[in-house]
């Protein structure tokens, strides 16, 4: 028997769920559901694609037992399994960068929300929440030795060599037999996890659309008529539904399997925002289940942010480890593709450059879209809760998806000096003014003469609104987009226009002159001429910090402020290509 130390983060990790993580238990065993099914969807996956494997016996299933007395709760699967190699690296280390961000961030978080632990995919050690030990035995498929792992979750683990016998015995799972079984020993107060109504209660809300069986094992009684047991025996019955729910014709599903689907693929305990199912037939048949979380990924912004969907080739996983299934962009999605033309032994490098995926993804994308589209239209509030989440990404888009470059711009929304009043409808029912405005509503609202779409950056939404810039606009009656988002600064310059609209900065020394009418324009000349003297004297004083002094027809109230050249980059730019030594 060999003690192995945790890895740094490991430890740090554990010592966060073993003392601080309250809230949500209970998905400690979605998490050991869901590495079963992922075990057995690798085999299944070998076992159809690699020679190697073509021989090994593939019988799909997923037994759970559990002991009340001895407050044990054990998770059998006949999935690949693990070689010692397999089980230092896997429950011992977390290899995925990143891990020292989310440790952060799961400390700081105040509510100690164990679902981020699933999102990140550390979904094992979170079994340390409920339990005080847990012994792993396991055997890789086409390998001989078994291999037991145990520990308490305190800084180290014991890895020895096993025998078949070790496995906990399982009624329908053949002894000798490759895979995995966690044994869980829970702490007294998590006990209740050990029963049969519990355990039930969870598999079906987390993990009813695991595609394989899940048989949950217990003592079933028999009474006579006085109520007393008349017989007992141990039973084992299929708790879940087991099946590709993406597979059944719409008219069978309900709102409910869409939502509990979502739980079990995603990982998250809310509802989905919104989802959409797609079946394609004809010259290329595949079907797509996508889904849009409530609340944005929370490693959205990180550069090694886990992919969300998930690539099947007839019912058969393939990989959820392609950023490429659906444009950067649209990252926060969920979900499944599954393609009946592509061939199973599709390698990731193919896949890049597959013509058949490349096309799925391109209907995907325009689908999505279409249904953000529907949500704008149809349910105002609901869409600036998706704006609120998913702006920033779709601005992304926008900057880099030129094909799709209309559709987007029709989504993105923007803060504006325009504030809208409160409708009341018929039963005085107030509907409040929308956050939010479209370049759509923005020209809806624009006066007669006016030729541009004005926008203002440069800093936070507070610091904007205040900006003498918009005093002019202000006074003139010219709404003006309130841009608060770093990337508005790259996005709407590489825009230039908006259907027939220049898209113009509100600080740029261009744009005074159209706000002024013609009467305006000469008197503001002469003063101009009249204050050049003064202007002079200020340039000479300021000297190379500044390009020119102007007389600004933009201010009402405040004496001065810069403005940025028509041609020269914004400062946000300036001070972004500075700090990249530019
Ligand atoms: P994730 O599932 O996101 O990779 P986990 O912490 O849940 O993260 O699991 C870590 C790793 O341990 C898995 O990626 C897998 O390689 C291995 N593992 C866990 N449970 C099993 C199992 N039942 N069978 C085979 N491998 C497993
Ligand atoms: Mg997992």
Not at 114 to 120: K, R, T
Not at 187 to 208: G, L, T
Not at 504 to 517: I, P
Request: glycine content about 6%; hydrophobic content about 35%.
């Amino acid at each position: 028997m060999a003690t192995h130390q945790f890895q740094t983060e490991v430890n740090q990790l554990l010592t966060l769920i073993i003392h601080s993580m309250y809230s949500n238990k209970e998905i400690f065993l979605r998490e050991i559901v869901s590495n079963a099914s992922d075990a057995l969807d690798k085999l299944k996956y070998l076992s159809l694609s690699d020679e190697a494997y073509k021989s090994v016996r593939f019988d799909p299933r997923i037994d759970i037992l559990f002991d009340e007395e001895k407050k044990t709760l054990t998770v059998r699967d006949t999935g690949i399994g693990m070689n010692s190699d397999d089980v230092v690296s896997n429950l011992g280390t977390i290899a995925r960068s990143g891990t020292k961000a989310f440790i952060e961030q799961l400390a700081s978080d105040a509510k100690k929300d164990s679902n981020l632990i699933g999102q990140f995919g550390v979904g094992f050690y979170s079994a340390f929440m409920v339990a005080s030990k847990i012994e792993v035995f396991t055997k890789k498929a086409a390998d001989s030795k078994v291999w037991k792992w145990t520990s308490d979750g305190k800084g180290e683990y014991d890895l020895s060599e096993a025998d078949d016998s070790a496995f906990p015995l399982v009624e329908g799972v053949g002894e000798g037999s490759h895979g995995t079984a966690v044994v869980m020993y829970l702490n007294d107060d998590d006990k209740e996890f050990a029963s049969r109504w519990k355990i039930e209660d969870i598999v079906k809300r987390y993990s009813d659309h695991i595609a394989f069986p899940i048989y949950l094992h217990y003592l079933k009684k028999e009474y006579d008529d006085k109520g007393k047991v008349s017989s007992e025996a141990m039973t084992a019955e299929q708790i879940n539904d087991a099946s590709a729910i993406w597979q059944k014709p719409k008219s069978e599903l309900k709102e409910e399997d869409y939502k509990s689907f979502y739980k079990s693929l995603s990982h998250d305990s809310e509802d989905p925002l919104l989802y959409v199912h797609t079946k394609a037939e004809g010259t290329q048949e595949y079907t797509t289940l996508f889904y849009v979380p409530q609340k944005a990924p929370f490693d959205m912004f990180n550069a090694d942010y886990k992919s969300g969907v998930k690539l099947f080739v007839k019912r058969v996983f393939i990989t959820d480890d392609d950023k490429e299934l659906l444009p950067v962009y649209l990252r926060f999605v969920r979900g499944i593709i599954d393609s009946e033309d592509l061939p199973l032994n599709v390698s990731r490098e193919i896949l890049q450059q597959n013509r058949i995926l490349s096309g799925i993804q391109s209907s995907s994308v325009k689908k999505l879209l279409g249904e953000f589209k529907k949500l704008a239209e149809n349910d105002r509030a609901k869409y600036e809760k998706f704006i609120t989440e998913y702006n920033r990404p779709l601005k992304e888009g926008l900057y880099g998806d030129y094909a799709h470059r209309e559709e987007l711009s029709e989504l993105v929304r923007f803060k504006s000096t325009w504030v809208g009043e409160d409708e009341k409808d018929s039963d005085g029912n107030v509907k409040p003014a929308p956050q939010w405005t479209s370049f759509a509503d923005y020209a809806s609202r624009m006066k007669p003469e006016q030729k541009a779409i004005y926008y203002l950056t440069g800093g936070d939404e507070k610091t904007l609104r205040q900006s003498p810039h918009l005093e002019a606009f202000r006074k003139k009656g010219i709404e003006v987009l309130i841009m608060a988002d770093e990337i508005d600064d790259i996005v709407i310059p590489s825009l230039g226009k908006h259907k027939e609209w220049d898209l113009k900065a509100a600080n740029r020394a261009g744009s005074d002159d159209e706000l002024g009418s013609d009467e305006d324009k000469k008197t503001a000349e002469e003063k101009e001429k009249s204050f050049k003297p003064v202007a002079e004297k200020i340039k000479k004083a300021l000297g190379d910090r500044v390009k020119d002094v102007h007389l600004s027809k933009r201010l009402s109230d405040s004496p001065s402020c810069i403005v940025v050249d028509e041609n020269d980059p914004s400062l946000q730019m300036e001070r972004m290509m500075r700090a990249m030594g530019q």
